[in-house]
């Protein structure tokens, strides 16, 4: 199973990638010199890499807010466990 933080990196290669597909397809549709068929296929491929940046984002920051989650959790046990060993050690 992927850690969330490679899961995290993914998406945002991913993002990266749809970012830099939407740009070339954006330059694309502002040059004039294109048939119909082209311009409306390139319409439909912004509109589809809008939805996938919207989804990855939207990904990215639910994972981000489960890592946040993740560490909290383990700050809370390594202090648990700290006080549990100084108090057990006789540092008290």
Known sequence: MPTIISQIEQLEDNLRRFRYRFDTVEK?????????KRRDDLLNEEENLTK?????EKDVKLLRAENRKTMLVS???LAVLAGLYYSFAGFS
Do not use: K, Q
Not at 52 to 56: G, K, M
């Open 75 to 77: 700050v809370i046990l």
């Open 28 to 36: 694309s549709l502002r040059s004039g010199s294109l048939s119909v």
């Open 52 to 56: 996938l940046i919207a989804e990855s």
